[in-house]
């Protein structure tokens, strides 16, 4: 298998545009997370899914962020409009119900 | 005070020492995670528990339900262990995150 898929890997944007994330998770998983990454808070959990359905979205910053599961192999999160303090690594997971997670390799978001 | 605490948060060791990162939270936890990242900013799962203690190669993690702590050891640690270290907890499904301790280790 190749993991979890995260595209783009790094993204550089205006502030004020509109910015998409994508997760392919593992096949066969049923959860999937979307994690934040910045020096001064660390690793926070946005939003999680079981089987394609938002569990806990209580880590989303604010309305400006969305994210979706229209089905089991894709998953979205989006910002709309960027502010420079979004700027971060996105990281998404997924797992089994066995709760180990595996991680891809983040998106590295750029809002100047 | 944050959930999960991490000590220590940096720490330089030489090739070869034993090191030892401890873990202590205050939440009621199913299982917990130790993660580690490496400079290139992958994250790899390294050990998944709830009680006892599990073994992989030159690493070792334990846990203590009752207190409330976890820690990791690294036998024999080498250049290539330097990373970041995270402790992290599952709650109801959900990841709850130390802060992390970097750990280098010179030759």
């Known amino acids: 298998d190749a993991g979890v898929i995260q595209s783009p890997r790094h993204e550089v944007t205006e502030m004020g545009q509109e910015v998409t994330l994508r997760c392919k998770p593992i096949?066969?998983?049923?959860?999937l997370f979307w994690y934040r990454q910045t020096m001064m808070r660390g690793l926070e959990l946005l939003i999680y899914f079981n089987n394609n359905v938002p569990i806990d979205d209580s880590g989303m910053p604010e309305d400006r962020f969305s994210a979706k599961m229209p089905n089991a192999s894709f998953s979205t999160l989006k910002i709309q409009p960027s502010e420079p303090r979004d700027s971060a690594v996105y990281f998404c997971?997924?797992?089994?119900?066995?709760?180990?997670?595996?991680f891809g390799p983040g998106t590295r978001l750029t809002v100047t | 005070k944050n959930e999960v605490e991490q000590s220590p948060q940096n720490l330089t060791a030489q090739e070869g020492e034993f090191i030892t990162i401890n873990c202590s939270y205050s939440?009621?936890?199913?299982?917990l995670h130790w993660l580690q990242q490496h400079p290139g900013g992958g994250i790899v799962s390294l050990f998944m528990?709830?009680?006892g203690k599990k073994k992989h190669g030159r690493l070792i993690a334990t846990i203590n339900i009752q207190e409330k702590h976890s820690s990791l050891h690294i036998t024999a640690s080498h250049p290539r262990d330097s990373a970041v270290y995270i402790c992290a907890v599952n709650q109801g499904g959900k990841l709850i995150f130390g802060q992390g301790t970097e750990l280098s280790v010179k030759p």
């Open positions: 528990l709830s009680s």
């Open positions: 997971a997924s797992s089994l119900v066995t709760y180990e997670q595996y």
């Open positions: 939440v009621g936890i199913s299982a």
């Open positions: 096949s066969g998983h049923n959860s």
